[in-house]
């Protein structure tokens, strides 16, 4: 269900502002509202998406939430805003637009080849116009980063052999890394720590770091402050840390 915490003094203190009813009320029992996603462009500005549709929004630096459905009842598993009005999302193999805050939504079909259409998308970031998505081939294992300047009327395709992305962080339009897991063996839960980087703005990405760390799980989490400073974190309350850029 979704559930916040919130500190406004640099983690001392730890506040809840949404709780949703339904954790401790069955009357109002509609679906568990499992978060897919999580975009807070601004301190005025927050939303989450759900497996069930709902949408939560904050617009008082997160003292606050309202809580609204998507028209078309279809949830929205990735999503990511450029400020309160403009915000994209990601369902299936559509893409999805907004200029209202998410009250309405354009859907666009996420074209890609033959060769590639059965793909499905780790994560998205959007920056300075450019939407970049993360996708994986099952069927061959392959992974190939989209790219798209143009709302994603058309797109551009390149191929990946780094790692399947759980999470993209992009500090500018051409800097950005990525981690995720590397499975030891086919079909193994064993994974190795997985963080890769881009100075091309995602047609091409190198590893940084490569190794397997118990609990060997992989990495879901990936932020920077700055070109040097960066953060990566794991299942298990596993983090890493980086002062040079992850060199």
């Given at each position: 269900y979704p559930w916040n915490r919130v500190s406004w003094d640099n983690g001392k203190t730890w506040t809840s502002t949404l709780m949703d009813s339904a954790r401790y009320n069955p009357e109002d029992y509609y679906y568990p509202g499992t978060i897919n996603s999580v975009s807070f462009p601004n301190e005025n500005f927050?939303?989450?998406s759900?497996?069930?549709?709902y949408l939560w929004i904050s617009k008082d630096n997160l003292k606050s939430w309202e809580?609204?459905?998507?028209?078309?009842?279809e949830s929205i598993y990735r999503i990511n805003?450029?400020?309160?009005?403009?915000?994209?999302?990601?369902?299936?193999?559509?893409?999805l637009i907004t200029k209202d805050g998410g009250n309405n939504w354009h859907e666009k079909e996420i074209d890609s080849p033959d060769t590639l259409s059965n793909f499905s998308v780790g994560d998205m970031t959007i920056f300075n116009g450019k939407i970049i998505l993360h996708a994986y081939i099952?069927?061959?294992?392959?992974k190939y980063t989209f790219i798209s300047i143009n709302d994603g009327d058309t797109w551009e395709y390149y191929?990946?052999?780094?790692?399947k992305y759980q999470k993209t962080f992009f500090l500018d339009e051409m800097t950005g890394w990525g981690c995720g897991g590397h499975q030891i063996k086919p079909d193994s839960p064993t994974q190795k720590d997985v963080i890769v980087h881009t100075t091309d703005g995602g047609k091409t990405w190198h590893k940084q770091l490569d190794t397997l760390v118990i609990p060997s799980m992989g990495l879901n989490q990936?932020?920077?402050i700055d070109r040097e400073n960066?953060?990566?974190?794991?299942l298990g309350r596993k983090l890493w840390r980086t002062t040079n850029g992850g060199k």
């Open positions: 927050c939303i989450i759900t497996d069930s549709a809580k609204r459905i998507i028209k078309s009842r805003f450029l400020d309160e009005n403009v915000g994209y999302g990601l369902r299936q193999k559509k893409l099952p069927i061959t294992k392959t191929y990946s052999d780094t790692l990936i932020y920077f960066g953060f990566a974190h794991g």
